[in-house]
């Protein structure tokens, strides 16, 4: 069983940036990919980005790529996730995920492990 605790949510202006972060314990967090996901208000969680176990590939949503990145620092056993160039669309609580083995998934109901979660509000 692996652990999650995010931080670094908050308020923010329109094309500003924040970045997330996800503390990992419990388990060995390099046998874990790791994701991002969010969900604003009335809506579906959605994948956002996610990072292989050792940190090589990457993947992200459309609606972000370009703007967000996603790291991982296997040593501290922690994750990261910068958000640039935020728009209203943004808004949402965000989630750090966490599925055991290599293959990496953009589907929520791949990832057994979640943290409980970082609220992310960006104003126009």
């Known amino acids: 069983q692996v652990q999650l605790v995010e931080s670094g949510g908050g308020l923010v202006q329109a094309g500003g940036s924040l970045r997330l972060s996800c503390a990992a314990s419990?388990?060995?967090?390099?046998?874990?990919?790791m994701g991002w996901f969010r969900q604003a208000p009335g809506k579906e969680r959605e994948f956002v980005a996610a990072i292989s176990r050792s940190g090589a590939s990457t993947y992200y949503a459309d609606s972000v790529k370009g703007r967000f990145t996603i790291s991982r620092d296997n040593a501290k056993n922690t994750g990261s996730l910068q958000m640039n160039s935020l728009t209203p669309e943004d808004t949402a609580v965000y989630y750090c995920a966490a599925r055991y083995g290599s293959a990496w998934s953009d589907s929520k109901s791949e990832y057994r492990h979640w943290g409980q979660g970082t609220q992310v509000t960006v104003s126009s």
């Open positions: 419990g388990r060995t967090f390099s046998n874990y990919v």
